[in-house]
C-alpha cells in the first residue's frame, strides 16, 4: 500500500510540477532595454509554456532630450493571435502571425520637474523625452522567414485603437519591419495577406496604395498648417493619386518624393515638428512622413519592388 501511494504521489508531484513549470513560463518576460546616443535598443525574450519568442527592436530619433530607459517605458508582452478583440483592431486581411505574436507598447512617461537638472547635455529643464520629427523605427525577428514579396509590415496604433500600416521597408535577415512615425504607442510586425492590387494586371485597382493616399490627406487637412502649404501639399497628392489610378508608377513616386522633400524642407517652421511626454503638442512633420513614406513603399511594391 505504502509503495503504490508513493509511486501515485511522486506522479502527481511530478505533474504538479510540470503545471507550475507551465503557469511560470507563461508569465516570464524579458525585456532588456539600452539607450546609445539617439538610439534606443530593445532585445525581446518572451516565454509561453514550452515555446519562447525573441525579437530585437531599435528607434533612431532626431535630436532627443531626456532619452532614457525609464523615461521611453518600453514594454513587450505576448498576444493570442486568435483573439476576436485583436482582430477588430486590425483591418481584413491583415492578422498576426502566431510565430511571433509580440505586441509592443511604447509610452513615455511624464517627469516631475523636480527629478530634472536641466544641466546636462541632451536634457530639458523638464526631464521629459522629447524628439524632432520623425523616429525610425526597425522591428527584427528570426521567428519568421523572409520571402520574395514578404508579407510582413509593421502596424501602430493608440493603445486600444485601430492599427494602420507604417512600413517604410522590409528586409532579410530572417525578417526586418521598419517604419517612421511622428509619435508612439502600440506596434505589431503583422501578416498582410490583402491584393496589392485588385483586378488584371494593367487594368487594377491599387487598393492598399489609394487606401494611405485618403489617410495621408486626411492628416494634410488636420494638421496646423498654412492655407498655401496646405494646398501645394493637397495638390502633389492629388497627383500621386491620379498616376495611381491609371497606374503610372514612375510619375506617382516621382511626385511623392516631392512631397516627402517639401516636408522635410517645413519641419520645424511652416510644419510644427516636436513630439514630447506632456502630449501638449502635435508632431504633424513627424506624422505626415511616416504616412508618405509607407505609401512609397506600397507604390514601390506594386512597381516591382522587393
Known amino acids: ?5 508513493r509511486g501515485h504521489s511522486g506522479f502527481g508531484l511530478a505533474g504538479l510540477l510540470l503545471v507550475l513549470a507551465l503557469l511560470c513560463g507563461t508569465a516570464q518576460a524579458q525585456v532588456t532595454v539600452t539607450v546609445n546616443g539617439n538610439v534606443a535598443h530593445a532585445d525581446i525574450s518572451l ?23 525609464p523615461n521611453l517605458n518600453f514594454q513587450a508582452q505576448l498576444v493570442n493571435s486568435s483573439d476576436p478583440a485583436l482582430a477588430a483592431r486590425l483591418p481584413l486581411g491583415v492578422a498576426v502571425d502566431p510565430a511571433f505574436p509580440v ?22 529643464p523638464d526631464g521629459n523625452l522629447r524628439f524632432l520629427n520623425a523616429y525610425h523605427m526597425e522591428i527584427h525577428t528570426h521567428e519568421l ?33 521598419r517604419g517612421r512615425s511622428g509619435g508612439f504607442s502600440q506596434f505589431l510586425l ?17 487598393v492598399i496604395a489609394l487606401l494611405k493616399v485618403t489617410e495621408l490627406e486626411l492628416r494634410i487637412v488636420a494638421a496646423l498648417l498654412d492655407n498655401v502649404l496646405r494646398l501645394e501639399l ?17 510619375t506617382a513616386i516621382a511626385q511623392l518624393d516631392q512631397m516627402i522633400l517639401r516636408i522635410e524642407q517645413e519641419a520645424g517652421t511652416g510644419i510644427p515638428n516636436v513630439w514630447r511626454a506632456q502630449r501638449d503638442l502635435v508632431n504633424d ?15 514601390q511594391r506594386l512597381n516591382g519592388g522587393p
Open 145 to 177: 522567414v523572409y520571402t520574395p514579396g514578404t508579407p510582413y509590415r509593421v502596424f501602430k496604433a493608440p493603445v486600444g485603437g485601430a492599427f494602420y500600416d507604417i512600413t517604410a521597408d522590409v528586409n532579410n535577415g530572417s525578417v526586418r519591419g
Open 47 to 69: 516565454v509561453s509554456g514550452l515555446n519562447t519568442y525573441e525579437g530585437e527592436v531599435t528607434i533612431e530619433f532626431d535630436s532627443p532630450a531626456n532619452l532614457t530607459v
Open 103 to 124: 505586441l509592443i507598447t511604447i509610452e513615455p512617461i511624464t517627469v516631475e520637474r523636480i527629478f530634472a537638472s536641466g544641466m546636462q547635455l541632451h536634457e530639458t
Open 234 to 250: 493637397g495638390a502633389l497628392l492629388t497627383n500621386v493619386q491620379l498616376a495611381l489610378i491609371v497606374l503610372d508608377y514612375g
Open 190 to 206: 503583422v501578416k498582410d495577406t490583402r491584393p496589392e492590387l485588385v483586378g488584371l494586371p494593367g487594368l487594377g485597382v491599387p
Open 285 to 299: 512633420a513627424g506624422d505626415l512622413d511616416g504616412l508618405a513614406r509607407s505609401l512609397r513603399y506600397s507604390i
Open 1 to 5: 500500500m505504502n509503495a503504490t501511494w
